[in-house]
């Protein structure tokens, strides 16, 4: 493998020069810069990084955590966000190492990889309210981005989605299909996210003046079969209180809704109205094709490592906090869907 030295050697230069090109510092003449790059390219020479990194004292590595998933879960969504945020961040230079943490201390192993100077700064994503993560790396002042809120409170630069909106866009949609029984499937009350949505199908509910029976709102984790479950005790209501439109808290709760509905010998689309959120690849292969709420996660993968950038780089002097728009797409498991009169 060539080394520096054959470089310069070979460009007839000092490697103290070779190092001026290649790092785009001190005052090289441009025939000298063309010079060593024809041969560098020549020798196919690629540059120690780990050298690099140790004379910037920078690992130009992200941490981000993946959180333990119960039985029977299935997060979609967060990989199509890791692969969107690993794709932005080769694009600048860096690498993401994925880490588990322990939920009986969340923030312990930020905390150590910190220390350690494992990695320059975190991604957050799957955050709760006030979460303790949060907490600690501000109290620590380890740089880090989050995908997600934590309170009104503190201070910290995110990237989220506005699932009050996405759930509005929803709600409206079923209202003016002619919807007034419209149920919404939710996550515990732990999830920032999930509250968020919840709120926005309150709000419009309120809005729209439609009555909201506490049968209709039925707590789930994110599993099909959880889904399966609510969809059961929804459709076990008397016939005159029974929802004819299921909005979901996502695509994931949605799937176990219709395998229910199908269960039961209802045709999604026609008998009942079904909604999701989140847009995963498989919504629009399902039968009948799942309307969802689309997340622009590229997007948000690109913006936060931009974020983290500027504040690695001293770059940032305000908190940024970035609330994007979500799109609902309108499929047939909601078009088709007559409500019966109770």
């Not at 984790?221 to 299921?246: F, K, S, Y």
Request: with cysteine.
């Amino acid at each position: 493998m060539p080394t520096i030295k054959d470089v310069a050697r070979e460009a007839g230069v000092t490697s103290a020069t070779v190092s001026y090109v290649l790092n785009n510092s001190g005052r090289v003449s441009e025939a000298t810069r063309e010079r060593v790059l024809a041969v560098a390219r020549r020798l196919n020479y690629r540059p120690s990084i780990t050298a690099q990194n140790l004379r910037s004292g920078a690992s130009r590595i992200i941490g981000y955590a993946w959180h333990e998933e119960l039985p029977g879960e299935w997060t979609p969504i967060m990989q199509q966000f890791l692969y969107s945020m690993s794709k932005a961040a080769e694009e600048a230079g860096y690498h993401i190492l994925t880490f588990l943490n322990d939920p009986d201390d969340p923030s312990a192993a930020y905390v150590s990889l910190a220390e350690m100077q494992r990695v320059d700064g975190f991604i957050l994503a799957n955050t709760v309210i006030d979460d303790p993560r949060i907490g600690r790396l501000l109290e620590l002042g380890i740089p880090f981005v989050s995908f997600g809120r934590a309170n009104d409170l503190w201070d910290f630069s995110y990237v989220d989605v506005d699932g009050m909106d996405g759930m509005r866009q929803v709600v409206r949609h079923l209202a003016e299909q002619g919807h007034e029984r419209i149920a919404f499937v939710r996550w515990p009350t732990l999830s920032l996210a999930g509250s968020h949505r919840y709120a926005g199908y309150c709000a419009v509910m309120s809005e729209l003046g439609l009555m909201v029976d506490e049968r209709w709102l039925i707590e789930a984790e994110n599993t099909p079969a959880h889904g399966q479950i609510a969809a059961q005790q929804l459709m076990a209501l008397p016939p005159d209180v029974r929802p004819t439109a299921i909005a979901c808290v996502s695509d994931v709760v949605a799937i176990g809704v219709m395998r229910a509905l199908r269960e039961m010998g209802l045709a999604v689309g026609r008998d009942v109205a079904v909604t999701g959120f989140d847009d995963i690849p498989a919504a629009e292969h399902l039968s009948p094709p799942l309307t969802s709420v689309h997340q622009p996660l590229e997007a948000i993968g690109h913006q936060l490592m931009t974020m983290l950038l500027d504040v690695l780089q001293g770059l940032a002097v305000e908190t940024r906090q970035i609330l994007i728009q979500p799109r609902l797409v309108v499929r047939t498991s909601s078009q088709d869907a007559i409500p019966q009169a109770g």
